[in-house]
């Protein structure tokens, strides 16, 4: 089977002290797992690999070596890089969303219940969308500062997801191709 190439997204290291995951280090626990072309874009949990895996065992298998090797869970998202090209190719808030930095994508391990999805309360200070595994958010005010930003997604959706700008998204795209 031929590799795919892939984008890993981790949710919540490198945040102050706590779950510290040396990028240098990652890279070589992961080509040492049998991935190639192992690069990582920041330090916020950005893996670009190639590997045989399927979505689900490489985010399985990356998990695993992230406990192993540095002592603590986290959770995976993996999309293919032609799942993220298509995320920016088919951007909901291209018109409106006029700061990358203010414009996020919340990339689901799955899509969320469309129950759950027909009863989010309208947008306030802001935009958003759920189209299949992403939530888009855009967030005039910045982060801070529009109150969308401060709702619990994770609960109001029943998915835990894994949030970067739209510059960052828009980076991962052109190094995964």
Excluded: C
Aim: charged letters at 25%; hydrophobic letters at 45%; proline letters at 8%.
């Amino acid at each position: 089977m031929a590799d795919t190439r892939y984008v890993v997204l981790l949710r919540g290291i490198n945040l102050g002290k706590a779950r510290q995951v040396a990028m240098p280090r990652l890279r070589e626990v992961l080509t040492g797992r049998g991935h190639e072309a192992v690069r990582t874009h920041l330090r916020s949990g950005n893996v670009l690999l190639d590997s045989p895996l399927d979505e689900g065992a490489l985010a399985a298998d990356v998990r695993a070596a992230i406990e192993r090797e540095f002592g603590f869970e986290v959770p995976v998202v993996v999309r293919t890089a032609a799942e993220v090209a298509a995320v920016v190719a088919g951007d909901p808030f291209e018109s409106l969303a006029t700061d990358p930095a203010r414009y996020l994508v919340t990339f689901l391990p799955e899509p969320p219940p469309p129950d759950k999805v027909d009863a989010l309360p309208a947008a306030d200070g802001g935009d958003y969308l759920v189209r299949g595994r992403e939530l888009y958010l855009w967030l005039p005010d910045g982060i801070q500062n529009t109150p969308l930003a401060a709702w619990k997604w994770d609960r109001l959706l029943g998915v835990p997801g894994t949030a970067r700008n739209w510059n960052t998204v828009t980076k991962l795209a052109e190094l995964a191709r």
